[in-house]
């Protein structure tokens, strides 16, 4: 088990084919099965998600994206007829703002066997080679009977300080809180989708838009989000935008 002071090496974020676009994953990186051998790994990617309903069905885009994790295999992890190279991998997808009646809630979803005629029966790892694990917070995530969605709901809660969360983690859940988790937690407070889309929308409502944009502005500026995703956020035109972060940085 990982404690305070270990750390996951993660894998370059970014994955382009020519046939098939760019995919930008919010973390990925690889594990190692405890007490398995070097071919039992599992590549994982983790997406954070500021809403469950973006406008078409998550569990459809994890789906995708685990395919992109086995195809991304080629070339590096096997070539050729080598198939039985092939990584098993996971998509885990977060979701923080979720509907009372969907929050504090895990589903998985992943390959099975059925055997319509015979007797035989394949070796599960030969095809249980991708999980898509949905993870929706909430309202009731807080108080969740599960440690997973408890933790997150915490620490991604837009209600409690930076140092409210240190101490869920120290005292509920006996994490070592060293130097480097305290600035990532902090970071969490201040980058965490929900919390800033929040505040941005706030900020021009309130007639605040400079300094709403500010924000978003700095995390263009930071390789944090794109300016299309930031455009998105600030409810604006993606050229109107980029014309005034021009000027913002000039």
Known sequence: ?????????????????????????DIRFLTRVPGGDDRMEIIVNVEVQNRDTPGYPIPKRGIYYGSRL????????????????????????????TALERSDAINEYRFVETCKRGEYREAEENYDLMRIVVMRLGQEGEQSGDDAIRLLSKVFSTEKSAEEKK????????????????REVSQVCNLSAGIYDK?????????????????????????????????????????VFEKEYMAYIK
Request: proline fraction near 1%; charge should be negative.
């Open 1 to 25: 088990m990982l404690n305070g002071s270990d750390r996951i090496e993660g894998m370059p974020t970014e994955d382009i084919s020519v046939r098939e676009g760019t995919i930008r994953y």
């Open 70 to 97: 086995i195809s991304a295999q080629r070339g590096t992890v096997f070539k050729d007829q080598e198939y039985d190279r092939i990584k098993k991998v996971a998509s885990i997808w977060i979701c923080e703002d």
């Open 167 to 182: 101490a869920v983690l120290s005292d509920e859940f006996h994490i070592e809180v060293i130097e480097e988790i305290s």
């Open 199 to 239: 505040g941005v929308q706030e900020g021009i409502q309130e007639g605040k838009r400079e300094g709403a944009l500010e924000v978003l502005f700095g995390l263009v500026k930071d390789n944090l989000l794109s300016i299309a995703d930031a455009a998105k956020r600030a409810n604006i035109e993606c050229s």
